[in-house]
């Protein structure tokens, strides 16, 4: 069976740019949380009356975070059958899950690599507000909220590939 790489951080630490990099770089699938699921998530948040940006409420939180990231692994399981998969998105949960790493391993019976993408938060603020995407607004508006519900950053508590796009 074939690696699933898995790149997680924060929202404008570099996940997407790096995952294409080590997509691109192992001749994996590339699949990234938001190009995997923004155009039915969006579709579901009109359909339900809500902001189509929305991603930080409750109320997404609730309705969406769990089937964004089943979708997200059914993709990765189909395409682990024919070559190394590398998937990105943020697991703020997760992450802190000492036993997710081998959770993981379980459930897709192959090797799983955890890269996790560090970024100090004024750098995380000027990316999101130059990539001036409608689904960082609420963050940026409510800048210090935002930093808050993910706490202070810790290195997860499992084995992992450390990588700081700070500079």
């Known amino acids: 069976m074939n690696t699933l790489y898995v790149i997680v951080g ?11 990099k080590l997509s691109e ?20 948040q009109r359909y339900a009356g809500n902001d189509p940006n929305d991603r ?4 997404f939180k609730e309705a969406f975070r769990l089937p964004i990231y089943d979708t997200l692994f059914a993709i ?12 990105t998105g943020p697991f703020t949960s ?5 036993d997710w790493l081998k959770q993981l391993e379980s459930h897709f019976q192959t090797n ?17 507000k130059e990539r001036n995407n409608p689904r960082d607004l ?13 706490g202070e950053e810790q290195r997860p508590p499992f084995p992992h590939v450390y990588i700081d796009t700070s500079s």
């Open 10 to 20: 924060p929202p404008g630490c570099g996940k997407t740019t790096y995952g294409k």
């Open 25 to 44: 770089n192992i001749k994996a699938a590339f699949l990234d949380i938001d190009t995997v699921t923004e155009i039915l998530v969006q579709a579901a």
């Open 56 to 59: 930080d409420s409750p109320q």
């Open 76 to 87: 990765a399981k189909e395409n682990l059958l024919i070559m190394p998969v590398v998937v």
């Open 94 to 98: 997760e992450l802190r899950d000492p």
């Open 112 to 128: 799983v690599e955890i890269h996790y993408i560090y970024c100090i938060a004024e750098e995380r603020f000027r990316r999101m």
């Open 138 to 150: 609420p963050k940026l508006t409510d800048w210090e909220n935002y930093i808050e519900y993910y």
